[in-house]
C-alpha cells in the first residue's frame, strides 16, 4: 500500500494539490519517462496541468489517491507509475511498460528501430505531428514544416500553431519517407517522417545555438510514435557526421580543381563519409533504416557535389553564372551514382540533384539549347504568312544568330522586333521546349526512377510553377515517354488542376460561405431539424480525393433531407476551388484559413483528414463511427436510421 501511494505521488506530484508542499510540487512540475531498453523513445511527458501520452496531447482531467485521469476530447485514460526499488512501471490498464527517468548513456547494446518503410512510397498520404515546445523566453507563435519534393520544384511549408502551454500540432502531406525541417522559434532541424505517420516530440530551444559549430551539437529532442526510435538514433549520429562532413573544405576545392581532379577528390572523399558511418554502425547498433539513409545519402550528396561544380566552379560575374564544360567521362561517372530505386528519394540530397540535371549550365549544353531556341523559332516565323520585308528581316535576324553574334550584340530592325512582339505568346516557351529536349537526350541513360523525378520537376519548374500550360507538343510526347506510372499520374493530375483553374465556369448548387466563424453553428441555424453530413478535408489529402469519387453517387441514395457540407483547412484557396469544380461538389461549403482553422481544430481535435462528423436533427454533433462515402450502403443505412429517428 506504502508503494502504491508512493507511485500516485509521483503523477500528483506535476499539478497543484492540496496536501503538497510547494516544494515538492516545483521540483516534480515536469517529469519525462522512457523505455528502459536502450532506444530512448520517450513514453510520457507530464509538463504542467497536461501530458504527452501516446502521441497525444491530454488535459489532466483529475488525480485523486487512487488515481489520475487523463482528457482527450471524448477519451479518457487512468496511469499510474508503479516504483519498485529504483525500476519503475507505467501502468495503463492491464498493459504495463517499464520506464525510466532519464535517458540511457549505455548504447551499446540499445534496442534499435525496426521501421520498415518500402511501401510507403507515392503513398499520398499525411503526417500527424503534436508536440511540446519549451521555449528560452518568448514563445513562438507557430510551428513551420519545410521540405523538398523530388517530383516539383521549390519547398513545401507547412504551418500549425503553438498555444501559451508550448502545445503544437500539425497535419502535412507527404508523398514518400523522407526528413523534414521542422522551424519554431530558434529550433531548426531535421527528423524523419514517413506517410501515414502518427508522430510527437518534445523540443527545448535551449539546446539549438547560433554558429556553424552548431550542427556539431546535439539537440535536446525527444521523440514518441512512429519513427521514434530511429529519430532518436539519428539525433545522435547526425552531430556526429557535421564533425567529418567538411563542407567547406569541398567548397574551396570545387573553386580550385579541375575537372578530373575534383571528380577524383569528391569520390575518394565520398568513400571518407561511407568509412565513417560503418565505423560508426560497428560501435553503437543503428537501425537498418538509418543505416540505409546515411549511406545512400553518401553517395547521393557526392553526385550531387559533383554535378553543381559546373556552375560553382567559375562562380558569377555580374550576377551571371559563369558555367564550366566537364569531360564525358566526367559526368558518366557522376550518373553511375545514381541508381534507378526510390530510395534514393530518402537522401536530404536527392531533390537538389534532380533539380540540377533541368538547368543548362554547361556552356557548351547553353549554347546548345539557344541553338535549338532559335532552329525552332526561325521555323515558326518561316511557317507564317509574312510580306517580303518582314521576311527578309526574319533572314537577316537568323544569319546573325548562325554566325554566333552574342544577343546583346545583335542589329534587329524595327521591323523584326514588332514582329517578335506580335508573336511572343508563341515564342514564349520556345527556350524551355528547346531545353526540354535537350534535357530528355541528357537524361535518357538513366533509370526509370530519376528520369521520372527530373522531368516532373522540369515541367513544373518551367510551366505550371510559373503560371504557364505545359505545351501541348510536351503533353503529346509525355504519352510515348517511359515515365513510372505513379508519377505519371501525379503529373497528369497537375495538368488536369491547372485546365481548371483556367475555367471560370463554377459548379451549379454550390455556396461557399463568406464567414467562416462558428462554421457549425451557421449550420446549425440554418438546416434545423436536418441531419448534416460533414466532411472535413485538404485539398492535398489523397484519401479525402478518393472519397470525393463516391460523392455523386452517394447523394442519389439518401433521404433528401440530408445536408452535405465540406470544410477544407490548411489549403490553398485556389485548389480547394479547382477541387469542388473537378468532382462537382454540391454542398455547403466552408474554407478555414490558419486563423479560422485553429480555434475549430482546438474545438473538435482534428487528428487528420479526412475527418467526417453529423449532426442530429437534434442539434448534436457526433464525431465517432461516422462511416466515409466509400463505405457505400453503411454510410446509406446510417444516415437514413439518423433522418427517422
Request: a negative charge; charged letters at 25%; aromatic letters at 10%.
Amino acid at each position: 500500500m506504502r508503494r502504491l501511494f508512493a507511485a500516485f505521488i509521483l503523477i500528483l506530484g506535476f499539478i497543484s494539490t492540496p496536501g503538497l508542499s510547494q516544494e515538492s510540487t516545483e521540483k516534480l512540475k515536469t517529469s519525462s519517462w522512457y523505455t528502459t531498453d536502450g532506444s530512448n523513445e520517450l513514453v510520457l511527458m507530464i509538463k504542467d496541468d497536461f501530458t504527452l501520452f501516446e502521441s497525444q496531447l491530454w488535459e489532466i482531467d483529475q488525480a485523486t489517491s487512487e488515481r489520475v485521469v487523463l482528457k482527450n476530447g471524448d477519451n479518457n485514460l487512468v496511469l499510474l507509475i508503479s516504483k519498485n526499488g529504483d525500476t519503475y512501471t507505467l501502468i495503463n490498464g492491464e498493459k504495463k511498460t517499464p520506464v525510466q527517468p532519464k535517458k540511457s548513456k549505455d548504447l551499446r547494446n540499445r534496442k534499435v528501430g525496426q521501421t520498415d518503410v518500402s511501401n510507403d512510397f507515392f503513398k499520398q498520404d499525411q503526417v500527424l505531428l503534436q508536440g511540446i515546445f519549451i521555449p528560452i523566453d518568448t514563445m513562438p507563435t507557430t510551428i513551420n514544416i519545410i521540405y523538398n519534393h523530388a517530383l516539383s520544384e521549390g519547398q513545401k511549408q507547412f504551418t500549425g500553431d503553438v498555444d501559451e502551454k508550448g502545445r503544437f500540432k500539425v497535419i502535412y502531406p507527404l508523398d514518400y519517407p523522407q526528413e523534414v525541417m521542422v522551424q519554431a522559434g530558434d529550433a531548426f532541424f531535421t527528423y524523419l517522417a514517413t506517410p501515414g505517420a502518427t508522430q510527437a516530440m518534445v523540443i527545448s530551444e535551449d539546446s539549438f545555438k547560433s554558429g556553424v559549430s552548431s550542427g556539431a551539437q546535439v539537440k535536446s529532442i525527444d521523440f514518441m510514435g512512429d519513427l521514434a526510435v530511429e529519430n532518436e538514433e539519428d539525433r545522435l549520429l547526425g552531430p556526429e557526421f557535421m564533425k567529418v562532413r567538411d563542407y567547406f573544405l569541398i567548397d574551396s576545392l570545387q573553386k580550385a580543381l579541375e575537372p578530373e581532379e575534383f571528380l577524383r577528390f569528391r569520390l575518394d572523399f565520398m568513400k571518407k563519409h561511407e568509412v565513417f558511418y560503418l565505423t560508426y554502425f560497428d560501435s553503437i547498433p543503428v537501425s537498418p533504416l538509418i543505416q540505409e539513409i546515411s549511406l545512400r545519402d553518401a553517395r547521393i550528396y557526392a553526385a550531387n557535389d559533383l554535378l553543381r561544380y559546373i556552375w560553382l566552379h567559375n562562380g558569377t560575374s555580374s550576377g551571371i553564372i559563369r558555367g564550366v564544360d566537364v569531360p564525358d567521362d566526367y559526368l558518366a561517372e557522376l550518373k553511375k551514382l545514381i541508381k534507378n530505386d526510390p530510395k534514393d528519394f530518402l537522401s536530404p540530397n536527392y531533390y537538389s540533384l534532380m533539380r540540377e540535371f533541368t538547368m543548362a549550365t554547361q556552356p557548351s549544353k547553353y549554347k546548345k539549347v539557344i541553338n535549338l531556341m532559335n532552329k525552332q523559332n526561325y521555323a515558326y516565323y518561316k511557317s507564317l504568312n509574312l510580306s517580303e520585308s518582314q521576311k527578309s528581316a526574319v533572314a537577316n535576324w537568323y544569319e546573325q544568330v548562325e554566325r554566333g553574334v552574342d544577343r546583346d550584340s545583335l542589329v534587329l530592325s524595327d521591323e523584326f522586333k514588332e514582329l517578335s512582339k506580335i508573336h511572343q505568346s508563341e515564342t514564349v516557351d520556345s527556350y524551355a521546349l528547346a531545353q526540354w529536349d535537350d534535357t530528355l537526350d541528357e537524361i535518357s541513360d538513366l533509370g526509370i526512377i530519376p528520369r521520372s523525378s527530373i522531368i516532373s520537376i522540369f515541367l513544373d519548374m518551367n510551366f505550371q510553377g510559373r503560371g504557364r500550360e505545359i505545351p501541348q507538343a510536351i503533353r503529346s510526347e509525355l504519352k510515348g515517354l517511359e515515365i513510372e506510372p505513379q508519377i505519371l499520374a501525379l503529373i497528369n493530375q497537375n495538368i488536369e488542376e491547372f485546365e481548371l483553374t483556367k475555367n471560370a465556369r463554377f459548379v451549379e448548387g454550390v455556396a461557399i460561405a463568406e464567414n467562416s466563424e462558428n462554421v457549425l453553428s451557421q449550420l446549425k441555424a440554418k438546416y434545423p431539424g436536418q441531419v448534416i453530413y460533414i466532411d472535413v478535408w485538404a485539398t492535398w489529402c489523397g484519401p479525402c480525393i478518393r472519397e470525393f469519387q463516391s460523392a455523386e453517387a452517394l447523394k442519389k441514395e439518401v433521404p433528401e433531407n440530408v445536408v452535405f457540407a465540406y470544410i477544407c483547412a490548411q489549403s490553398d484557396r485556389k485548389s480547394f476551388e479547382n477541387q469542388i469544380k473537378k468532382y462537382a461538389l454540391v454542398g455547403e461549403h466552408f474554407f478555414l484559413d490558419q486563423a479560422s482553422y485553429q480555434p475549430f481544430d482546438k474545438e473538435f481535435n482534428i487528428t487528420g483528414f479526412p475527418t467526417y462528423m453529423v449532426i442530429t436533427k437534434e442539434g448534436k454533433l457526433l464525431q465517432e463511427g461516422i462511416h466515409r462515402p466509400s463505405s457505400g450502403p453503411l454510410l446509406v443505412n446510417q444516415l437514413k436510421e439518423l433522418t427517422s429517428r
